[in-house]
């Protein structure tokens, strides 16, 4: 899941001039635009480990049985 700043950047749907604006406002900031990406590399890495997602499959044979 993305959260705007905070593991990635979110703009509307089919509105070319808010993306470009986002664009050119990460583009400008390096501080912030290297804090979301470690924060989503982190989330990425938490999120899809072997364990995580063997457990997880486990859950759906669980209650698929």
Do not use: C
């Amino acid at each position: 899941l993305i959260e705007h700043e905070e593991n990635g950047y979110l703009v509307p749907p089919s509105d070319p001039p808010a993306l470009a604006a986002e664009m050119q406002r990460v583009a400008a900031d390096i501080t912030n635009r290297t804090q979301v990406a470690t924060r989503a590399y982190q989330d990425v890495a938490d999120t899809f480990t072997w364990d995580t997602q063997s457990d997880r499959m486990m859950q759906v044979f669980k209650e698929l049985v």
